[in-house]
């Protein structure tokens, strides 16, 4: 039986901080759970001249991994510093060491998670990634043991603390987007490059992991569509208001006989829908399932303290396997071949504005575009600019794929009278 669990920390930064305060304060709970202490005895920083504020002991902070690698008190390597190429690596020599290891590195789990899954298996070692989706939330043990018994269909969630933060500071402060965004970095929510965040890829890695996890199919980044921040056009969260909505970037996830179809985009949901009141850094993910029926899951869904505690579940997790010698025994494959659906095979109702000349006849013009496309109006609204010529059309769908809506949005484009598209978005939730 061992005396001590070591625990390897990659990464010092807003997440690897955060772990050290869990072990820290949290100390003797852990060592009650597990009978045996955990131990952070190095740590990997680039920088050893920089100040930190720690109770670790100076001489834990190391500038190589071999320090880490080749020191047989370490169990378990907890990688943090995030990025790809070399997390990536790491966690690779980590594994083929036979440690153990913890990461909250969505951006390497969405595109090498099947091949370090197993490579994990090969070595015998746990690959845990609790904290790469949903900061707090324990979503992926719920997917893997909570929900273990039920067939999931479909996912719908806010998986992107900064954007929901930015969201929320625009709409409840009339902050600007910059004042918001810099607040969320200010706070440790966005990513270092927080292109990531606000172009919806952060949420795109997100929901490949949970698709991929839900439906037993790997679900790879490029089949997920894609819209970021920068589709909301000036004045629309506020036409959003004026309809009864709000404007949430959300990830979707769908399974059905055709196949898949994952996104992330900025959508509408009615004000009463629960999505609608999530709010800061807050996520919240339905999950569906065949037996179940629909189940939600709530919490912050970044920064430091939240994201490590998910982290700090994870290395209990694989100190309780290594205590009881079952590491490594989970074997990770995918039941079902990958499907993705085509675009006709995709359905939602939409909301489209379209700046126009303002002239007679110019509405029922483009209302026989969405006819001629077999696209069937829900809602047609003029909004008149005063003492302007051109108008907003404002053209609510009922569903229709996604094909229909682009087909639509291109002849549009093209129509004499139209100005341009100015936005559109897909409606959740009515
Ligand atoms: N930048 C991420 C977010 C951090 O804002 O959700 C948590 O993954």
């Known amino acids: 039986m061992k005396k001590e669990i070591g625990i390897g920390l990659l990464g010092f930064g807003v997440v690897g901080s955060g772990v050290a305060k869990i072990l820290h304060h949290h100390q003797e709970d852990l060592t009650y759970k597990l009978g045996v202490p955990v131990a952070i005895r190095r740590v990997l920083i680039q920088n050893k001249q920089k100040q930190r504020e720690t109770v670790l002991p100076k001489d834990v902070f190391t500038d190589s991994l071999d320090d880490l690698l080749n020191d047989e008190s370490i169990d378990i390597i907890v990688e943090v510093f995030g990025g790809m190429n070399h997390a990536k690596s790491a966690m690779e020599r980590a594994l083929k060491a036979g440690k153990g290891v913890v990461t909250a590195n969505k951006d390497v ?99 490949a992991i949970l698709a991929s996890l839900s439906f037993s199919e790997e679900v790879q980044l490029d089949d997920v569509y894609v819209r970021g921040m920068d589709a909301i056009e000036d004045g ?26 994952v996104s992330v985009e900025p959508v509408f949901f009615p004000n009463e829908h629960p999505l609608a009141s999530v709010n800061n850094e807050f996520n919240a993910v339905y999950v569906r399932g065949a037996a179940v029926g629909e189940t939600m899951f709530y919490g912050p869904g970044a920064g430091s303290l939240p994201t490590a505690t998910s982290v700090t579940a994870d290395i209990v997790a694989a100190c309780r396997n290594l205590l ?24 939602a109702r939409y909301f489209h504005r ?39 059309l404002i053209f609510i769908t009922h569903a229709i794929s996604r094909k229909q809506h682009l087909d639509v949005l ?17 409606i959740e939730g009515d």
């Open 109 to 207: 789990m969405a595109v090498h998670g099947r091949e370090l899954l197993s490579l994990a298996d090969q070595n015998g070692c746990d690959l845990f990634y609790e904290a790469s989706v949903g900061g707090g939330i324990p979503l992926i043990r719920t997917l893997e043991d909570g929900l273990a018994s039920d067939r999931i269909t479909s996912l719908l969630g806010i998986v992107n603390g900064t954007t929901n933060f930015i969201l929320t500071k625009m709409k409840h402060e009339k902050k600007t987007y910059e004042e918001a965004l810099a607040e969320a970095t200010e706070l440790g929510f966005a990513e270092a490059d927080p292109t990531a965040d606000v172009g919806g890829i952060d949420a795109a890695r997100k929901m």
């Open 236 to 261: 629309d969260l506020e036409l959003a208001e004026q309809f009864g909505y709000t404007v949430k970037m959300a990830g979707s996830a769908k399974k059905d006989e055709q196949g898949v179809e």
């Open 324 to 347: 009881l010698g079952v590491n490594g025994k989970r074997v990770h494959s995918y039941q079902y071949e990958r499907k993705v659906k085509a675009d006709d095979q995709k359905f």
């Open 354 to 392: 379209i700046s126009v000349q303002d002239e007679i006849g110019v509405l029922s013009r483009l209302s026989a575009i969405y006819s001629k496309n077999g696209a069937s109006l829900a809602t047609v609204i003029q909004h008149a600019n005063p003492n302007r010529e051109d108008a907003d």
């Open 410 to 426: 291109n002849e549009l484009k093209t129509a004499p009278q139209v100005n341009g598209v100015l936005s559109h978005y897909r």
